[in-house]
């Protein structure tokens, strides 16, 4: 089972390869807090969102967060910490989350960390995208905020350079 922040899931929207996440795991979990945010999102990808909330992405309550989920997810938003809380009760195999601070609490939890690139590089080496770099592009010329050390990152990890 996977759990998934906000982030990640409009990035792939942006880039219409939400269907990713489908073909790598199936599946994908997002807490109240992460679906509150999707619907709030606005833009030519909001119609892929919602498609995918129909089917791909399961809206599963949020349970109450243990003593150790709220020492050690203390500070991050609503979002951030439900979706620790939903992967730690349910034992997730993946946790996609890119906020820095929200992989170091999951990882501070024992629970397995990826994001956006992560997955890209992952839909790579399974043959479902050809490169990464582009998409990585595409997403950031279509607003979502990307820093270049991050595509120069993904262009290594993907061995595109």
Known sequence: MVVSNTGPLIALAKADQLILL????????????????????SGPESARLDEALHGLIGVTPSPPLAPEVKIVTSGLGAGEQQVIALAHEREASLVIID???????????SLTVTGLVGVLVRAKE?????????????????????????IELATRLAEES
């Open 99 to 109: 906020e820095r601070l929200g992989r170091v609490a999951a990882r501070r939890m």
């Open 126 to 150: 399974a043959g479902l995208v050809t490169t990464v770099r582009p998409l990585l592009e595409q997403i950031r010329q279509r607003g979502y905020w990307l820093a270049d050390e991050i």
């Open 22 to 41: 489908e073909a790598l795991f199936g599946h994908v979990l997002i807490p109240p807090a992460v679906h509150r945010e999707l619907l709030a999102k």
